[in-house]
C-alpha cells in the first residue's frame, strides 16, 4: 500500500492566530501561559485537519513560534554569547530576543540583558520566507537545550495521531548559518553536532516513533566535493542511530547529487517532482531496493488545483516498480501555502474552482494515494472527473488572454529598456536638479500602518465610509506623515503609504489579470504574515494607482518627494504566478503596466520615483547554470519598466535581507541611480560585494534594523556609515533605514529616525 504524508503545514492559523497571540504576548498582553495554550490548540487543529483529509503520517516539529531554523539553533544551544541566559536554559523570551533584539531593560531568558541586536535575517532558499541565520564561533559547543520537538511529538501522540517528526539535517543547519569571529569553516564543527543529532533521535525513539524527516534541502544546491564527502560522513555516523530516516529535498532537482542523495545510508528519501520532474525516471533506477521513495507531486507553492490525471500517470509508473515502498506528498512543506480555501467566499465560484491551499492540497495527495491503493473506488472517478473538468475550463477560459496586451509585449525593441544617457552624466543633471546635501537622508517608502488607518480602510470596504471620507482620512495621514518628516530634518520625502494594505497587493487590485482572496495569509517571518495575489491571466494598467496620492504629498512641501512604487520582479515573486506561461512573459506584462505608472509620475512633477525590488535576488534559480537566464529577464524588466524617464528624473530601487554577491552584476546592469539595501544586521558586511564589484552608482545602506523595535543611537548609526563609507565615496552615500516603517509604531520611528538624521549630519562634517 503506498502512504501518504505531508512534509509540514502552515502555523498560523487559518485566522493568524499565532501572528495574533505573538504581538499580544510581545505587547504584555498575553502571558507565557496563554502563548503555550494557543500553540497548543493551532498544533492540534492542523493535525486534526491534515488527519480528516486524509493523511497517513503527520508531521511534527513544523511548528515554529518565530522561525523553525531559530528553533533548531535554541535547540541545539546555539546561541550567540549576547542572548545566554546567565543561568539555567534558554527560553522563549530567549528564542524572541534572538529574533527581534533586545532593548535595555529587557528580559531574555530569564535575566536582565544588555541591549543586543537581533540576528541576521534571511531567505529561505528562493522563497519569501525568511529565517534567522545560526552564528556559529570557532569554538562553538552543541548541546540538546530545548524540549520543544518532544512535548510536540508526546502531544500529537496522546491525540491518537500517527506522527513523524521534522527536524532540518546537519549538513543543510550548518551551510546555513554564518561564522562569527575568526573565520574558520563551519564544517569543522560536524563532528561536535552529530552527537546532539544522535541524542534527538534515541529520544524519539523511546517515544515509540518510528519515522523522522530529516530536511536536507542543500542537496538541491550547487555543493562543493568536501560537502558531499561530508554527508557521506555524517549519515554513515546517523545510521546507527535507532528509527527509520526520510531525507526530504525540495525546491528543486537533485542533478549531480542524486547518486549521492540515493546511496545514503538512511530509510527513505524525498524529491520534488513540482519544480524538477525531469529528475524521476533517474531516480527509479538509482535508488537502492530496500529504500522508500516519496514523491512530492502536489505543488507546495502555488494554489493551482492539481492536474491529477497527469499526476496519477506518474505515479503509477512508480507504484509498478515500488509498491509499498512508494510515499505520496507535496513537494515541499506547505508552510508557503495559505490554509484552507474553503473560507473564500468571495471568489467567483469559476475561480475558486481553480484553487487548492494547505486542506485542499492534503486532500489531493490522499486522493492520489487512494487511487493508487483502490483504484476502483468511485471517490477516485467522482475526484478525476472533476479534476478534468477544472483543467478544462481553465485552458478555455476567456478571461486569461488578453490580445492587446500580447500585442504589446510582441512590440517590445531593445531601445525601450535604455535609459537616455549613460549614469555619469545623469547624475551630474540630477545633483543639479534635486540639490541635496552630502550624505542625503530619506526613508524606504512607508510609515506606520497605526490602527486609525487600518479602521478607515476597513470601514471604507465596508461602506461605512465614503470615497471621499476615505480619502480625506488618507490625506490626513499623508499631512502627518509629510509634518513628520520636515520637522525631523530629512532630506527627500516620502507621502507614507497610508493607503496601502500591501506593497503588492495594493498595485495588483489596480491591475487587470490579478485576483484576491480574503484569508490566503501566509507566514513570512515570526508574526509578519502576506495575503499573496493571485495572477490568473494576462496584466495591465487601466488607470493610473500613485499620482494623486503622491502628486497630493509634493503639493504639502518643498522638498523632494520620491515617488514609491513595486517593482516587476518583486510583483511577480510574491504573487500565485501562473503555471500556463512562463515567468519571463509575466515578468514583462507587469513592467509595460508600471512604466505606465512611471511616465505619468513624471509627467505629475515627481522628480525621484523609487521602484523598489525587494525579491530580485530571491527568484534567482537554486543552480548556477540557471542562474544567467534568470538574471537576463529580471534585469530586462526592471529596466523596461525604468528606462522612458529623462536623464533628469532619478530612479532607486530597493533590495533587503539578501546576499548580493552572487547577483551584483546584474544589479549593476538594472541602472537605477540610486540603489538602498539592508545592511544594519550583518553590520554592513553586505557591502563588500559592492565594494569588490566597483559597483557604479548611488547607495544607501541601511543603518538600523526597522524589523527590531529596539532604537539605535546616533553613535551606532555613525559607526556603521564610517564603515560604509570606506567601501564606498562619500560622494555616492546616502542615508536610509534598512526598509519600510509600516510595522513599527511612531514613537520609536521617530527617536530612531532623529538618531539617522543626525548622524547624517556628523559624517557630513566630518567626511563631506
Excluded at 478571461?399 to 535609459?419: C, E, F, M, N, T
Aim: aromatic fraction near 8%; include cysteine.
Amino acid at each position: 500500500m503506498a502512504l501518504s504524508h505531508s512534509l509540514g503545514f502552515p502555523r498560523i492559523g487559518r485566522d493568524r492566530e499565532l501572528k495574533k497571540a505573538l504581538e499580544a504576548h510581545w505587547k504584555g498582553e498575553l502571558d507565557e501561559a496563554g502563548l503555550q495554550a494557543v500553540g497548543r490548540q493551532l498544533r492540534a487543529t492542523h493535525w486534526q485537519l491534515q488527519k480528516e483529509a486524509g493523511i497517513d503520517l503527520l508531521p511534527v516539529g513544523d511548528f515554529a513560534w518565530y522561525d523553525q531554523v531559530l528553533t533548531h539553533s535554541l535547540t541545539f544551544g546555539v546561541i550567540p554569547e549576547r542572548f545566554r541566559p546567565h543561568s539555567g536554559k534558554p527560553t522563549l523570551g530567549t528564542l524572541f530576543g534572538m529574533a527581534r533584539g533586545v532593548s535595555q531593560n529587557t528580559c531574555c531568558g530569564g535575566v536582565h540583558a544588555q541591549p543586543a541586536s537581533a540576528q541576521e535575517l534571511t531567505k529561505w532558499f528562493d522563497t519569501n520566507y525568511h529565517y534567522l541565520v545560526p552564528e556559529f564561533s570557532v569554538d562553538q559547543q552543541f548541546q540538546l537545550s530545548c524540549e520543544q520537538l518532544f512535548d510536540e511529538v508526546a502531544e500529537a501522540r496522546s491525540l491518537g495521531h500517527n506522527v513523524k517528526p521534522v527536524i532540518i539535517g546537519p549538513l543543510t543547519y550548518l551551510w546555513l548559518g554564518k561564522a562569527k569571529g575568526s573565520e574558520f569553516d563551519r564544517l569543522d564543527l560536524l563532528e561536535r553536532l552529530l552527537p546532539v543529532y544522535g541524542e534527538i533521535l534515541q529520544r524519539l525513539a523511546t517515544q515509540g516513533v518510528e519515522w523522522v524527516q530529516i530536511d536536507e534541502p542543500i542537496l538541491a544546491l550547487d555543493l562543493p566535493q568536501v560537502w558531499k564527502n561530508a554527508f557521506e560522513r555524517a549519515y554513515n555516523i546517523l545510521q546507527r542511530e535507532p528509527g527509520k530516516k526520510l531525507i526530504a529535498t525540495y525546491f528543486g532537482g537533485l542533478e549531480d547529487n542524486l547518486g549521492l542523495a540515493a546511496s545514503l545510508p538512511v530509510d527513505g528519501l524525498h524529491i520534488d517532482l513540482v519544480r524538477a520532474p525531469e529528475q524521476f525516471p533517474s531516480i527509479l533506477d538509482r535508488l537502492p531496493a530496500y529504500k522508500v521513495l516519496s514523491l512530492g507531486v502536489v505543488n507546495g507553492r502555488n494554489i493551482w488545483r492539481n492536474d491529477l490525471d497527469s499526476t496519477l500517470a506518474i505515479l503509477r509508473q512508480a507504484h509498478e516498480r515500488l509498491g509499498e515502498r512508494l510515499w505520496v506528498a507535496p513537494s515541499c512543506s506547505l508552510l508557503h501555502s495559505p490554509v484552507d480555501l474553503v473560507r473564500e467566499d468571495k471568489l467567483d465560484d469559476e475561480l475558486k474552482s481553480w484553487l487548492a491551499f494547505a486542506v485542499q492540497k492534503c486532500e489531493e495527495v490522499a486522493l492520489l494515494t487512494t487511487a493508487l491503493n483502490d483504484p476502483q473506488n468511485p471517490a477516485v472517478h467522482t475526484a478525476l472527473a472533476k479534476s478534468r473538468a477544472v483543467q478544462a475550463s481553465r485552458a478555455q477560459s476567456p478571461r486569461i488572454h488578453k490580445p492587446a496586451v500580447q500585442a504589446r509585449l510582441a512590440a517590445i525593441s531593445g531601445a525601450d529598456s535604455q535609459r537616455q544617457s549613460p549614469f555619469v552624466q545623469r547624475i551630474e543633471q540630477q545633483r543639479a536638479r534635486l540639490q541635496l546635501p552630502a550624505f542625503p537622508t530619506t526613508t524606504i517608502g512607508s510609515f506606520p500602518q497605526t490602527a486609525s488607518i487600518r479602521l478607515a480602510r476597513q470601514s471604507f470596504k465596508a461602506g461605512k465610509l465614503s470615497a471621499a471620507e476615505y480619502t480625506e482620512a488618507m490625506h490626513s495621514e499623508i499631512r502627518h506623515a509629510v509634518q513628520v518628516q520636515e520637522n525631523l530634518g530629512l532630506d527627500v520625502l516620502v507621502h507614507g503609504e497610508a493607503e496601502r494594505n500591501d506593497m503588492v497587493e495594493y498595485f495588483a487590485e489596480q491591475l487587470d489579470g490579478y485576483a484576491f482572496t480574503r484569508f490566503g495569509w501566509v507566514q513570512s517571518y515570526g508574526s509578519r504574515c502576506v495575503k499573496p495575489a493571485v495572477i490568473y491571466g494576462d496584466l495591465s494598467r487601466p488607470h493610473a494607482m500613485t499620482v494623486a496620492w503622491i502628486g497630493y504629498a509634493q503639493a504639502l512641501t518643498q522638498k523632494v518627494m520620491k515617488g514609491m512604487l513595486t517593482g516587476p520582479v518583486t510583483m511577480l515573486m510574491w504573487s500565485f504566478t501562473r503555471d500556463d506561461i512562463s515567468r519571463e512573459q509575466q515578468a514583462q506584462q507587469l513592467a509595460l503596466a508600471i512604466r505606465d505608472e512611471v511616465l505619468d509620475l513624471e509627467t505629475a512633477g515627481i522628480k525621484i520615483i523609487q521602484i523598489d525590488e525587494a525579491a530580485f535576488r530571491e527568484g534567482l534559480p537554486l543552480r548556477q547554470a540557471q542562474w544567467q537566464g534568470y538574471l537576463d529577464w529580471a534585469t530586462q524588466a526592471f529596466r523596461l519598466c525604468a528606462s522612458g524617464v529623462r536623464d533628469e528624473t532619478q530612479i532607486h530601487t530597493h533590495m533587503c535581507y539578501s546576499e548580493f554577491n552572487d547577483v551584483i552584476e546584474a544589479i549593476a546592469a538594472m541602472d537605477a541611480d540610486v540603489i538602498t539595501i539592508e545592511t544594519s544586521r550583518s553590520d554592513m558586511e553586505l557591502l563588500q560585494a559592492f565594494e569588490a564589484f566597483d559597483y557604479p552608482n548611488d547607495i544607501g545602506p541601511g543603518v538600523y534594523d526597522i524589523h527590531s523595535p529596539r532604537v539605535p543611537d546616533t553613535a551606532e548609526m555613525t559607526k556603521l556609515l564610517r564603515k560604509a563609507a570606506q567601501r564606498i565615496p562619500v560622494e555616492r552615500l546616502w542615508v536610509n533605514p534598512d526598509c519600510g516603517l509600516k510595522t513599527r509604531g511612531w514613537a520609536e520611528t521617530e527617536a530612531a529616525l532623529v538618531n539617522m538624521v543626525a548622524a547624517a549630519r556628523q559624517l557630513r562634517t566630518e567626511l563631506a
